[in-house]
T-cell receptor, first 116, second 110 residues
Framework: ETGVTQTPRHLVMGMTNKKSLKCEQHLGHNAMYWYKQSAKKPLELMFVYNFKEQTENNSVPSRFSPECPNSSHLFLHLHTLQPEDSALYLC???????????????FGPGTRLTVL | GQNIDQPTEMTATEGAIVQINCTYQTSGFNGLFWYQQHAGEAPTFLSYNVLDGLEEKGRFSSFLSRSKGYSYLLLKELQMKDSASYLCAVRGGYGNKLVFGAGTILRVKS
């Protein structure tokens, strides 16, 4: 238990569906992240939020839409996805970077997404 | 950009010692992290190095040489539960980003 929870843990959706992934952290952090993890590939950073403001969008297609209503919650809204978007989506949180080791990221268990 | 290399897979015997290497290229190095990830679970933080040398935490140790762009994770007294993927991640480059390697799958056999 890392203090970061994600729901749902598994999701199967068709290409025309709209769904949302939810992440919640109980660590008092102010930075939150979405990552995509595909088989045998490195973790890919998608979005970063600091103090509820989006500070990074790593050239992610617009069919992925993040939302951060407060520092404890992060959503990823999904619509018209493609089969190649099937992957494990991981949320992480940290303190903002203020010097060495201050921004260690703690991960949630992920949502295993399958797009049919 | 940043580039991180680590072996894809390794196998070791229960009770033995194993060393997982990570080499990287980056500008503006600002720290290296090791994470452990069991199948279907969250990556969990193991260690952090920003200065040269060895950091020890129980059975796990991590070493860094900044001049060589090299780190290793050393696991002693291997246990079956240590079977997992080990991720090397480096912070640096433009925007001080954290970039992950593809991970090393370690299989511990009895």
């Amino acid at each position: 238990e890392t203090g970061v929870t994600q729901t749902p843990r598994h999701l199967v959706m068709g290409m025309t569906n709209k769904k949302s992934l939810k992440c919640e952290q109980h660590l008092g952090h102010n930075a939150m992240y979405w990552y995509k993890q595909s088989a045998k590939k490195p973790l890919e950073l998608m979005f970063v939020y600091n103090f509820k403001e989006q500070t990074e969008n790593n050239s992610v297609p617009s069919r992925f839409s993040p939302e951060c209503p407060n520092s404890s919650h992060l959503f990823l809204h999904l619509h018209t996805l493609q089969p190649e978007d099937s992957a494990l989506y991981l949320c992480a949180s940290s303190h903002p970077f203020e010097g060495p080791s201050t921004d260690t990221q703690y991960f949630g268990p992920g949502t295993r997404l399958t797009v049919l | 950009g940043q580039n991180i290399d680590q072996p894809t897979e390794m196998t070791a015997t229960e009770g033995a010692i194993v060393q997982i290497n990570c080499t990287y290229q980056t500008s503006g190095f600002n720290g290296l992290f090791w994470y452990q990830q069991h199948a279907g679970e969250a990556p969990t933080f193991l260690s952090y190095n920003v200065l040269d040398g060895l950091e020890e935490k129980g059975r796990f140790s991590s070493f860094l040489s900044r001049s060589k762009g090299y780190s290793y994770l050393l696991l002693k007294e291997l246990q079956m539960k240590d079977s997992a993927s080990y991720l090397c991640a480096v912070r640096g480059g433009y925007g001080n980003k954290l970039v992950f390697g593809a991970g090393t799958i370690l299989r511990v056999k009895s």
